[in-house]
């Protein structure tokens, strides 16, 4: 008997599809769908699908905002601050991971540090 009662990839695009009703581009609402998804299949169902309706909530609060793009507030060869605007913290730390990936390229190594991300509808720097 399998584990799930459904395909994972049709409740992925079911969130997806939540997150673009709540104004997220479409590659953003892939993004979070994805990774709350991901959450439940390895077992942190509280950090998955269940989030959606905070998520949405925190959205139309403007707790969050949808289709954030970093801004670089410090950086050098390996390391960089960056701003997120109250992103979703999904795609924040996806745009974040990129540009560590590119800094590792050129110096092998980087430090990343987000600041003004979403998570629990508050900053990421506030405990």
């Not at 969130?15 to 709540?22: G, T």
């Not at 993004?31 to 299949?41: E, P, R, S």
């Not at 110096?107 to 998570?119: D, F, M, Q, Y």
């Amino acid at each position: 008997m399998p584990a799930h009662r459904f395909p994972h990839q049709s409740l992925q695009e079911l969130i997806a599809e939540i997150f673009a009703a709540a104004a997220c581009e479409r590659h953003e609402a892939s993004v979070v769908a994805d990774h709350l998804i991901q959450a439940n299949l390895t077992g942190h169902d509280s950090h998955g699908v269940i989030r959606t309706p905070i998520y949405v909530r925190w959205l139309n609060e403007g707790k969050v905002r949808a289709n954030q793009r970093l801004t670089v507030i410090f950086e050098n060869d390996a390391v960089a601050v960056v701003d997120g605007h109250m992103g979703l913290g999904q795609s924040i730390s996806e745009q974040a991971m990129t540009l560590g990936i590119q800094k590792t390229k050129k110096s092998g190594a980087a430090i990343i540090a987000i600041r003004n991300c979403g998570r629990r509808g508050k900053r990421c720097q506030e405990p």
